[in-house]
């Protein structure tokens, strides 16, 4: 019962946790963006061209990539180094999507941390950023009811259908929902207080062949 | 808290034996327990009697509630109503799990009684995940649910509070907030 681990969760306002795996993770996304200032000999590490070499630089105007993290670190309202556009999920087209109907859309392939992403989005100062973050907890309490019915119905089956739509928040949340189900199954059949290994001691037997070996 | 925490918490609820032997009584921690002669029924925790029925030295007597007829009245009466009803013990579940585990020789109709319980439980889990729902869709800020037993607020609470959770960070995103500190070159 007592783990390991006990991860860090994600923040999901416009700070990040920096001890979470999945806000380290997320702030791996690329985001769309325009260089503003003319950045010199740095094409190689924003992504440009991988035989320019490093001694080329980057002309004002230029459309990049760049992950979140460097986003954030290269975004400044007075020094105006990058300009960032919003990835074409959390545009207007999406949006009146996601307001129609959350629960069709594939929110893994869109982007596995959606609801992390977009919060993080709200850094940027963006004229669209309160509807960003309406639209956010609209697909949020939107798809709720499914992630409640179905993570609390499915015992022992194979989940992997209902989760492929899922994004990481959502998916930690069914998990959160199963164990719950699981616990309760468990008990009811009497498994709750037989002994069993713990799973720390499981993995010391794994250890001691390479021990017993050298 | 686990379900097998909540079984222990059940396991103070009273019921009814007829023991097998005699002693006199017997003054615990947490109250006495009277004095036991063959033959005479007498109240006792829930733990002592499983135990002294299973080393064979008592009859458990089931309590009035665990009756088909009265579990029958009580599953129609909550898939009547659309707020819980009052449940005859709050730890309905660990007590039909326990007794018809340890004593359903004892106690007529023991399938027909967990089959009645476990409808019940059904019903009220559902309607617990309806209310939920319509929290969260209209974004409440606090509800309030009588009559709810430990085990079923058990099995949703998690995920239920996490869902909150994520819900209330979501939504201070949409409260201009004051802009990060920056540091300046």
Not at chain 1, 95 to 121: C, E, I, W
Not at chain 2, 118 to 140: C, H, P, Y
Request: charged letters at 25%; one cysteine or more; glycine letters at 6%.
């Amino acid at each position: 019962m007592a783990e390991a681990y006990f991860p860090v969760g994600p923040g999901l306002g416009p700070e990040e946790n920096f001890l979470s795996l999945e806000d380290i993770l997320m702030s791996q996304e690329k985001l769309p963006g325009r260089v503003e200032a003319a950045v010199p000999r740095l094409a190689a590490v924003l992504g440009k061209g991988a035989g320019a070499g490093q001694s080329d630089g980057i002309p004002e105007g230029s459309k990049v990539e760049i992950p979140l993290w460097l986003a954030k670190g290269l975004y400044d309202n007075k020094r105006r180094i990058l300009s960032v556009e919003l990835p074409k999920i959390y545009k207007e087209g999406w949006r009146t999507v996601f307001s129609a109907d959350a629960n069709v859309v594939d929110l893994h392939k869109m982007g596995p941390y959606y609801y992390g992403f977009g919060s993080q989005l709200l850094n940027f100062d963006n004229p669209e950023n309160p509807e960003i973050a309406q639209t956010i907890l609209q697909t949020f309490i939107g798809r709720f009811r499914r992630i409640m019915d179905s993570s609390q119905n499915a015992y022992n089956e194979d989940t992997s259908a209902l989760v492929a739509r899922l994004d990481e928040l959502e998916r930690a949340l069914f998990r959160a929902g199963q164990k719950g189900l699981n616990d309760f199954q468990c008990w009811e059949k009497g498994q709750a207080s037989q002994i069993t290994a713990s799973s720390l001691v499981q993995n010391y037997r794994k250890r001691k062949f390479t021990d017993m070996d050298g | 808290m686990d379900p097998a925490e909540a079984e222990f918490l059940a396991e103070k609820e009273l019921v009814t034996v007829i023991p097998n032997f005699s002693l006199d009584r017997i003054y615990l921690i947490g109250g006495d327990l009277g004095p036991f002669n063959p033959g005479l029924p007498v109240e006792v925790p829930l733990w002592l009697a499983v135990n002294l029925k299973q080393r064979q030295k008592c009859r458990l007597i089931p309590p009035e509630w665990m009756d088909a007829e009265k579990l029958e009245e009580i599953r129609d009466q909550e898939r009547k109503e659309d707020t819980f009803t009052p449940m005859p013990s709050p730890y309905y579940m660990e007590l039909t799990k326990l007794l018809l585990n340890y004593a359903s020789d004892s106690i007529p109709k023991a399938d027909e009684i967990r089959t009645l319980v476990k409808d019940t439980w059904d019903t009220r889990i559902a309607k617990l995940r309806l209310s939920a729902d319509s929290f969260v869709r209209q974004q409440e800020a606090h509800a309030k649910l009588d009559n709810l037993t430990l085990m079923e607020i058990n099995t949703t609470g998690t995920f239920l509070t996490q869902a909150l959770d994520h819900m209330y960070k979501l939504r201070t995103n949409l409260q201009p907030g004051e802009s990060a500190q920056s540091q300046d070159f």
